[in-house]
């Protein structure tokens, strides 16, 4: 329907493209509620992913289950896996945490690539095209809506007074441990839809699609977007799912390096506005020598694109993570509030 | 009066360090008790041995009729005990009111399908919830400050906002660690009055730990003194600031009535 | 019941290699409270550097090793300037997530400047087998062995006998009281990252004789089975990242002699995760208890 609409003026590739923001949004928003809002730390979403992907293919593949069942059948396994890796939380803090959802995650995989009867090391192939962009954009946006509710209420403010300061949660009431299950089981559901809508828009699942690198890139779009705020997860997988595109040829990459260059602009005029001299004489210095690279760097650039995608990766994690915490949402709000004061100056 | 919370013979130790000491207390319901003592003397330790952050090494703790040792935290805290800290521990992040609704939370009548889909149920109890938040802040003088961000307040503020949060639970007993640390002495006033007023308002039992003699002297009716675990003196504040191992303890210390 | 003893003496060169990249973790994890993702590439580096500085210089085992250590112990010390410094009273999730960034950046820049095929690790000896009894034992095995058990010895000394080591404790015990002491403790902290990662350094070097081959991603799994040695053995303490190092080198050898090497990781991941349910600390952990 709307992706009939939207072939009019787009390349089915670009679709494509769209569909993976639905799917990566439905993931992000879906992790930033276990590090984000509960303050846990996971680093295997892409396990639930894969629980969720695997036994929704399996169902519509050898038993033709109908779409949504298979993908709630889906949801509901990856929710009981979240519930699993739920249970350690019972004892486990910050990054021991961190290494115990890595190593399900990891476990998950290394079942998956013995597993015959999903296609094991080969791959699960032939899983029937059951979704689309349309089907995408719905659910997505019924994800959104229920995720923000969730964040909205009387639960969300209690897996927040977890991650503001887990000893004063439970002793103004806050059972910690049942919401800190809630939030594995709540995220990996979602994740669960989000792997059921992968595999079948893609009708290809690979265990290694599900590594590692997947949750990290999972992660890397809150971390860009801004913790503990849906809208930042929003934009997080937004600008990360077009990012590796838009740097694959050598324009894209131009575009990139320009929008991250005033991105830096905006976080530095933030931070240093003190001495505008310096300030000024800062961006200036930063401006020529992106010039620089871009004039003379283009040989270069061409040639290695595709490998530079993982660099500029983890130079933003770290370049985030030091100069701007709150990601790329709390930029725009730190931006718009001396906007917002002068306009509320105006009326009074 | 009818005992509320009763410790009996209760002991803790840290390793090869014993921090409390057969302590043996009983605080009556609407009491309003202070424990005082020097530093390091195992008060907080105490506190922490009620709200059930630690387990006691020895003995028991009887809280409204039924043993708590050993609980949860959480579920201590549904019994009705609330408690602040002595090192503020407000979720900083969140505004003064969400910190008062996390405490009503356990009370909170919808489930996660209800919130989840905002259904009927949903936007009657929140407005229900907010407004009982909003009446604690409002008896406390902070109502105005309910959006601002709890970790924004000025110091005093803070205070204040931990011991509105405590009330919200509606708590049987409210442990009140160190409210007046920091305080100038006409805030403290202010706060000795509030102390009063909590207990008459809310209805509720108090038990204060203080380092502020003139605080602890001028509102509570009965003192438990600890010192290195255990406890060395008790009685109405006039018999124990004149009790001599009191006032050994607290050598240097003025002691005033 | 011969070959579970082979298996278990083959066990023991990987379990001290692993040994050794654990001890590091530990120590920089025990001053720090960080779990250094980046550890486990420092060890790609250390190999990096040995294989070219025999392919350049041509130079013999020892010097190799002793360069690789030290160019590793600068740039560990370089890592923690830049990157974990300026983050050290800020949440621990984000200098966790600095250190991942840290990791993926030297294991894709590698692969951007050096390729990402793996590259033949030279023998820098002949390799021969003794027998000893039922046993058959090669030199390298041999190598690796004393090796790892001279650094392991070095470290302890420096540790518990030396000022730097005294201070390093100090720092892991109580940041605060140390500087309170006049103790530097961004220095402590440097010294200790050295340490670490010239461990890593060595270790990188060992495990190319080990596989014979090095690649960009190579020290991303060790390092995380390191990590996981120092769990098992209870972080913090050097004999338990030792005895963890060799459970976890042994076990997996175990694991691959019964024909179940694509469970290998599995395995690794699923003794974390039984420690950590039935006794978090470790085998040697000790218990923290959090002030209130």
Not at chain 3, 116 to 130: L, M
């Amino acid at each position: 329907m709307i992706e009939q609409l939207l072939s009019n003026f787009m390349s089915s590739y670009q679709i494509q493209i769209l569909s993976f923001i639905g799917i990566f949004t439905i993931l992000a928003i879906s992790l930033d509620i276990i590090n984000g809002y509960t303050g846990q730390f996971s680093i295997g979403h892409a396990g639930f992913m894969a629980v969720g992907g695997y036994v929704a293919a399996y169902l519509t593949f050898y038993h033709q289950v109908p779409f949504i069942l298979a993908t709630l059948a889906g949801a509901l396994s990856a929710a009981f896996f979240g519930l699993l890796i739920g249970i350690p939380t019972l004892r486990l803090r910050g990054d021991y945490l961190a290494i115990a959802t890595l190593g399900f995650a990891e476990i998950i995989r290394v079942v998956l690539l013995n597993l015959d009867v999903v296609g094991g090391a080969r791959g699960f192939a032939g899983i029937s095209n059951l979704s689309n962009f349309d089907t995408v954009l719905i659910i997505t946006i019924i994800s959104f809506i229920v995720l923000y509710n969730f964040t909205r209420s009387a639960y969300g403010r209690a897996l927040q007074s977890i991650r503001e300061d887990e000893i004063a949660a439970e002793c103004m009431g806050v059972p910690t441990t049942y919401f800190k299950v809630l939030a594995f089981v709540v995220a990996a559901f979602f994740a669960g839809i989000a792997g059921s809508l992968y595999g079948h828009y893609l009708m290809f699942l690979h265990p290694n699609d599900f590594g590692l690198l997947r949750s990290i890139e999972i992660l890397l779009m809150i971390v860009l977007g801004g913790m503990g705020n849906l809208w930042g997860a929003l934009l997080g997988a937004i600008v990360l799912s077009i990012l590796p595109e838009s740097l694959r040829n050598y324009q894209g990459i131009v575009y990139t390096i320009a929008v991250v260059y005033l991105v830096g602009v905006a976080i530095s005029y933030q931070k240093g506005k003190q001495n505008i001299a310096r300030w000024l004489a800062g961006i200036l210095i930063a401006g020529l020598a992106v010039g620089f690279i871009l004039i003379y760097g283009k040989e270069l650039i061409i040639r290695y694109a595709g490998q530079m995608r993982m660099i500029i990766y983890s130079i933003l994690l770290i370049l985030m993570m030091i100069f701007q915490p709150s990601g790329l949402i709390g930029l725009a709000r730190d931006l718009a509030k001396p906007l917002k004061e002068r306009l509320r100056g105006v009326k009074a | 009066m009818s005992e509320l919370l009763q410790l009996k013979a209760v002991s803790k130790n840290f390793g090869g360090l014993r921090a409390v000491n057969h302590v043996d207390m009983v605080v009556p319901e609407k009491g309003l008790y202070g424990l005082i003592g020097p530093n390091g003397a195992g008060k907080t330790t105490i506190f922490n041995l009620i709200t059930g952050i630690y387990e006691p090494t020895e003995g028991e703790i009887i809280f409204d009729g039924s043993l708590i040792n050993g609980l949860q935290p959480h579920s201590i805290a549904k019994r009705g005990i609330a408690r602040t800290f002595q090192n503020i521990r407000l979720f900083k992040e969140l505004t003064v009111l969400e910190n008062i609704l996390i405490a009503r939370q356990a009370y909170k009548k919808y489930n996660i399908f209800t919130a989840m889909f905002r259904l009927p149920g949903y936007f009657k109890e929140e407005k229900r919830m907010k407004e009982e938040a909003m009446e604690i802040l409002g008896l406390l003088g902070l109502a105005d400050k309910a959006d601002y961000k709890a970790g924004a307040l000025p110091y005093g503020e803070q205070r204040l906002t931990e011991i509105a949060r405590a009330l919200a639970l509606r708590p049987k007993l409210i442990l009140l660690d160190e409210p007046a640390a920091g305080m100038n002495p006409a805030e403290s006033e202010n706060l000795m009055n509030l102390i009063k007023r909590i207990r008459e308002e809310f209805i509720t039992t108090v038990l204060l730990i203080e380092h502020d003699m003139k605080v602890v002297m001028g509102v509570c009716e009965y003192i438990y003194v600890l010192d290195y675990g255990s406890l060395i003196s008790q009685g109405p504040p006039e018999v124990v600031s004149k009790d001599p191992k009191v006032i050994e303890a607290y050598l240097g210390e003025q002691v005033n009535a | 019941m011969e070959q579970v003893v082979q298996q278990i003496v083959n066990g023991l060169a990987l379990g001290f290699i692993y040994a050794l990249i654990a001890l590091g973790y530990s120590l920089v994890y025990g001053i720090i409270r960080l779990i250094n993702f980046a550890h486990g590439d420092i060890i790609m580096v250390g190999a990096y550097v040995a294989l070219f500085s025999y392919l350049i210089l041509g130079v013999g085992f020892v010097p190799a090793l002793l360069i690789a250590m030290v160019t590793c112990s600068l740039l560990g010390v370089t890592i923690e300037r830049v990157a974990y410094k300026p983050l050290r009273e800020a949440p621990r999730i984000a200098a966790l997530i600095t250190a991942i960034g840290v990791s993926f950046l030297l294991e894709y820049g590698f692969q951007l400047f050096f390729g990402p095929q793996q590259r033949a690790f030279p023998e820098f000896f002949k390799t021969h087998h003794y027998k000893l009894g039922i046993l058959s034992v090669t030199n390298e095995q041999i190598l690796i062995l004393s090796i790892a058990v001279v650094l392991m010895l070095l470290l302890n000394f420096i540790v518990m006998k030396t000022k730097t080591g005294m201070a390093m404790r100090a720092v892991s015990f109580d940041k605060d009281a140390a500087r309170l002491m006049g103790i530097n403790v961004d220095n402590t902290i440097s010294a200790t990252f050295a340490l670490g990662t010239a461990l890593a350094a060595a270790a990188g070097m060992l495990l190319g004789l080990y596989y014979q081959q090095i690649d960009p991603l190579m020290g991303f799994t060790p390092g995380l089975k390191a990590f996981i040695s120092a769990v098992i053995g209870g972080i913090g303490s050097i004999p338990g990242a030792m005895i963890g190092g060799l459970v976890l080198g042994i076990t997996e050898v175990l694991v691959v002699s019964l024909g179940y090497s694509t469970l290998k990781d599995g395995v690794a991941f699923l003794l974390l995760i039984l420690v950590l349910l039935i006794r978090p600390r470790g085998i040697f952990g000790e218990k923290v208890v959090e002030k209130v």
